[in-house]
């Protein structure tokens, strides 16, 4: 006479079930916080695009800098600076510099320059520093470069 294991195989079944269902639950729960975050930051985006960025320099090592900068964020700036070494540029809207009574609104740009006395050789590149403030009180800094160029 064979004698059967007492049905162990049903107790399997289940608990592969809750095991299975638990992962499920898992899973769900991971993508609904990372779409949820990312659906959130998307509403609140603090981007500054470079339109455009030159350095122009002599063989004598001055420059002159010039710097156009977007706002691509869903939020006023209300303060916006570009730094390349020692030199900073304020850009200015349509309107004048860029501060709280005059924000930079989404969608408008801003342009500074400024002249750079020693120091640039033609060919090098150059980091430059872009910090803009929001309408919020947030901060956000972003850093690009620069290759010095002949006249």
């Keep these: 006479m064979k004698i059967h294991p007492a049905r162990r195989k049903a107790i399997g079944e289940i608990l592969g079930a809750l095991i299975v269902i638990a992962i499920v639950v898992a899973a769900g729960l991971i993508l609904y916080t990372l779409f949820t975050s990312t659906a959130s930051n998307v509403g609140s ?12 320099a002599t063989p004598s090592g001055s420059a002159a800098w010039a710097i156009t900068l977007k706002d691509s964020s869903s939020k006023p700036i209300t303060g916006l600076t570009a730094t390349l ?45 872009i910090t803009a403030t929001f309408s919020d009180g947030s ?13």
């Design 139 to 151: 901060q956000s800094t972003f850093t690009t470069s620069v290759t010095a160029t002949s006249s």
């Design 85 to 129: 070494g020692a030199t900073t540029i304020t850009p200015s809207n349509s309107n004048g510099a860029i501060g709280s009574s005059n924000p930079l609104v989404p969608g408008q740009t801003a342009s500074g320059s400024a002249s750079i006395a020693s120091g640039i050789t033609i060919g090098q590149t150059y980091t430059v520093t």
């Design 45 to 56: 985006q603090t981007t500054v695009s470079i339109q455009s960025n030159k350095l122009v």
